[in-house]
């Protein structure tokens, strides 16, 4: 069974671009989490989708949005990007009957550099 | 400010010696689980406990949840090499729909 698996592995922009980041989540799974991971910290929350919906959202700007597919992939996109934005961006999946209940299973991150 | 926050920051233990990392929450949860980290990369789901749970074991690990202290420990029992990673506590709550990390500990294990 093939896991979460995100793209690209490395994204290098320069500030005020645009960054998109893919993720696919395990067959059947249909809640997509993104979170942020600056370095040497922990997890900030960004999104969740479920159902193609986004259910809750972290205390990030309005510049960081995104949407869940049909298939339940998800797509995050940030707007204008600063400095500050380089961070590892990791998505995880779960199903949603639990919604995290039993753990989430994370992909291998998207590493951003803004310049 | 986390949910969830590790203790210590940082630990270095040799091989076969035991590992002891807390983790201190502040609201009521649902579970809460244990991840970790390798080399920045993706987090690996260790083990979840649930709050009416006290103890919970998986292979060399050991998870006990203290609700009344708000707390939980990991334990990794005769470490090696290749458990040289940052381990994460997270906080799971019924209606958030997420889980709240921590800052994570830093574990160093020589050989």
């Known amino acids: 069974e093939a896991g979460v698996t995100q793209s690209p592995t490395h994204l290098i922009k320069t500030r005020g671009q645009q960054a998109t980041l893919r993720c696919s989540p395990i067959?059947?799974?249909?809640?997509v989490y993104w979170y942020q991971q600056a370095l040497g910290l922990g997890l900030q929350f960004l999104l969740w989708y479920d159902e193609g919906e986004e259910r809750n959202r972290g205390n990030f700007p309005p510049r960081f949005s995104g949407r869940q597919f049909p298939n339940y992939s998800s797509e995050l996109n940030v707007n204008a990007l600063e400095l500050e934005d380089s961070a590892l961006y990791l998505c995880?999946?779960?199903?949603?009957?639990?919604?995290?209940?039993?753990?989430?299973?994370f992909g291998s991150g998207t590493r951003l550099t803004v310049v | 400010s986390q949910q969830g926050e590790e203790d210590p920051q940082a630990l270095s233990i040799q091989e076969g010696e035991n590992a002891t990392m807390n983790c201190s929450y502040k609201t009521s949860i649902n579970n809460l689980q244990w991840y970790r980290q390798n080399s920045g990369r993706g987090l690996v789901h260790l083990i979840l406990i649930r709050s009416n749970e006290r103890e919970k074991h998986s292979g060399r690990l050991r998870v006990t949840l203290d609700t009344s202290k708000k707390s939980s420990s990991l334990l990794i029992t005769a470490s090696r090499a290749a458990d040289t990673a940052s381990y994460f506590c997270a906080t799971g709550t019924i209606d958030a729909g997420k889980s709240t990390f921590g800052d994570g500990t830093t574990l160093t294990v020589k050989p």
């Open positions: 067959s059947g799974h249909t809640s």
């Open positions: 995880a999946s779960s199903l949603e009957a639990d919604k995290g209940y039993y753990g989430y299973t």
